[in-house]
């Protein structure tokens, strides 16, 4: 007789749990759908560049700019920006020789071996 009530109280508990169960499913279904909707409705973060050509003569900000440091940085933070713009931007590695050109520029600039930034371009 035990036997036989704990299979009833099985048999009669399965529908109500795997109730319990769908609808879990379901909430988290809609959570999942509701945070991918929201996900995809935000702006997307796109750095901004500075937008223009170069100056005639280069200044402090525009060789900052071009280095993407601050004006105050420090020359060893100066010379491994410099490093990593240059090697993208390098002539031997499909670079333009007029922008390898400004970048030295720059670099020349914000460690103070240039006062006026000249360009020979």
Not at 24 to 35: L, N, R, T
Not at 78 to 84: G, L, V
Request: aromatic fraction near 10%; hydrophobic fraction near 40%; glycine fraction near 10%.
């Amino acid at each position: 007789m035990c036997c036989n009530m704990f299979k009833y109280i099985v048999f009669q508990a399965a529908p109500l749990l795997t109730g319990i169960a769908v609808a879990a499913a379901a909430y988290a279904g809609k959570f999942g759908i509701q945070a991918w909707q929201t996900f995809k409705a935000r702006p997307p973060r796109i750095r901004k560049f500075y937008e223009g050509g170069f100056q005639p003569t280069m200044t402090r900000r525009e060789a900052a700019l071009i280095l993407g440091v601050r004006e105050g940085t420090k020359i060893e933070q100066i010379k491994e920006a410099h490093r990593k713009v240059m090697m993208t931007n390098h002539p031997d590695s499909g670079g333009s020789h007029y922008l390898a050109y400004k970048i030295n520029e720059a670099k020349d600039v914000m460690l103070g071996k240039i006062k006026n930034g000249g360009s020979a371009f």
